[in-house]
């Protein structure tokens, strides 16, 4: 995806990660294990969760690390989700800052080697990476930092298949979790580059900075990337906890009411525009509506374009991307893309491919070794509940949006198809 | 303690010599890959469980242990 434009949004009250006006002491060096367990206990205490997707608790995540001997650390940067250029924007902007906190993870699982991660495309995350080690020379002690350039796959960026590719297999999952055995077969913390970003503002200032901003249950700021129709698309910093319509003013705003959105990214839920757009931006609020954060993107499906064309194209997509190892992944993703375009096209053939849809849904939901068909069924079944009336009136020959230009980005990956 | 059937969909292939061996616990998905109940293995089934696990030809199955969750300081 070609740059996108980052904005310095009014909503968070202090600008952190995208801030051209941070100034950054020094980090602690954290050789003792009483300094150590300290930081964790902040980090702990500030709440900080993982913003690659999981949400999972950072501080457990460095304690589990922590157990195993002579860990690594990966920073994940890959960023594979298509509708997502916050990790670029963030990588582009402040590698520094990035590094600043794998190296303090590091200091704290006592790992000695830190792997820098993006997708090979990413030309430009690269190069600030290439110069950002470069600059900092010998200031981080014993600790090897490692630039490595991954395949550009949706699922590359998995943790167990970013591990997969650092062992020098293909960037697909496996069954062996990270934390357990990883990198080199040792105990693995593999983290957003978001993620770490945090680490190192509150181990310079503190869990009761962190929690200034965001809600009491999810605290901080966090990266989004906002498309479609609005006025403004691109990434930009928000508190947690800010609503929908608030994020979207940072954006430039909308033209009218939309009539969804696709929160989470592609592994994400379709919700109605009017029963989301005043809700807060949290895990806790989304809740209800069957989403959640996710890969922290928002897409606006304006009301002339059609959900069910936009959701096909994905799935088509997301069967593209299976690493082929789960058969009912690899045989039923490109079953439910099919019965989808079939939804799509109308016709007498329409109700028999929703009863087709029906049955495949429950068939490959949880039955992979990773993540991916459940994130597509997910996306299947909030697409059939929230484009209902749509459905209808492709059964009948019409849409209301067969003209639209496309809203969901979908790479073209006909040049890239490898996984090495 | 409770032992399930479980299945690496990685290795498994969908040979589907699982679901003839133990069709109480396993069937075949429209393409041939198992479908594992989580429910206990009953005691009158452990041997059946125990021939699918040895006789599948990717190793793709195992017999997990579960213990029970144990209710911590519950001594009256």
């Not at chain 1, 993540?371 to 996306?379: D, N, V």
């Not at chain 2, 290795?11 to 133990?22: H, K, M, S, Y």
Request: some cysteine; hydrophobic content about 45%.
């Amino acid at each position: 995806m070609s740059a996108v434009a980052v904005r310095e949004t009014r909503l968070a009250a202090e600008p952190r990660l995208l801030s051209s006006s941070r100034s950054d002491g020094p980090l602690p060096t954290l050789s003792s294990a009483f300094a150590r367990e300290q930081l964790l206990a902040e980090i702990e205490a500030s709440g900080l969760t993982g913003r690659g997707g999981a949400g999972f608790p950072t501080a457990t995540k460095l304690r589990a690390v922590a157990r195993g001997s002579a860990p690594v650390v990966v920073a994940n940067g890959t960023e594979g989700e298509p509708a997502s250029s916050k990790d670029k924007a963030l990588l582009a902007a402040d590698p520094q800052l990035v590094i600043d906190g794998a190296v303090t993870a590091a200091r704290l699982v006592g790992a000695e080697e830190v792997f820098l991660t993006a997708g090979r495309a990413d030309g430009r995350v690269l190069a600030a990476l290439e110069l950002a080690v470069a600059d900092r020379r010998d200031r981080d002690g014993g600790i090897a930092l490692r630039i490595v350039a991954a395949p550009d796959r949706f699922v590359a960026g998995e943790e167990s298949a970013l591990v997969n590719f650092l062992n020098g297999g293909p960037a697909k999952p496996t069954v062996d979790r990270p934390f357990e055995r990883g990198v080199h077969d040792r105990a693995t913390l593999v983290q957003n580059v978001e993620t770490l970003a945090n680490v190192a503002l509150i181990a310079r200032h503190g869990a009761d900075w962190f929690r200034r901003l965001g809600t009491a249950q999810e605290p901080g700021s966090a990266l989004v990337t906002v498309l479609g129709a609005v006025r403004a698309p691109g990434v930009g910093e928000i508190e947690l906890g800010t609503t929908l319509r608030e994020v979207l003013t940072g954006f430039g705003g909308m033209a009218a009411m939309p009539q969804a959105f696709l929160v989470g990214g592609y592994f994400g839920t379709w919700v109605a525009a009017r029963d989301a757009v005043d809700l807060p931006f949290t895990n806790e609020s989304l809740r209800p509506l069957g989403a959640s954060l996710g890969a922290r993107t928002l897409i606006v499906l304006p009301q002339d374009a059609c959900g069910l064309a936009e959701t096909a194209r994905v799935v088509r997509y997301l069967a593209r991307e299976s690493a082929g190892q789960c058969g009912s992944c690899f045989f039923g993703l490109p079953a439910i893309a099919t019965a989808f375009e079939t939804l799509v096209s109308g016709g007498t053939d329409a109700p028999k491919a929703l009863e087709r849809l029906a049955r495949l849904v429950p068939q490959v939901e949880g039955r992979g070794a990773c993540a991916h068909p459940t994130g597509a069924t997910r996306l299947v079944a909030s697409a059939l509940r929230v484009f209902a009336q749509e459905i209808d009136r492709h059964r009948a020959g019409s849409c209301c949006g067969p003209h639209h230009p496309p809203v969901l980005p979908i790479p073209d990956t006909d040049h890239d198809h490898e996984w090495s | 303690m409770s032992k399930h059937i479980r299945v690496d969909p990685i290795l498994c292939d969908g040979f589907g010599q699982c679901a003839e061996l133990l069709p109480e616990l396993i069937e075949l998905d429209e393409w041939g890959y198992p479908i594992v109940s989580d429910a206990p293995i009953p005691a009158s089934l452990e041997a059946h469980a125990r021939r699918a696990v040895v006789l599948c030809p990717r190793l793709a199955l195992a017999v997990e242990r579960r213990r029970a969750p144990q209710l911590i300081g519950a001594r009256r």
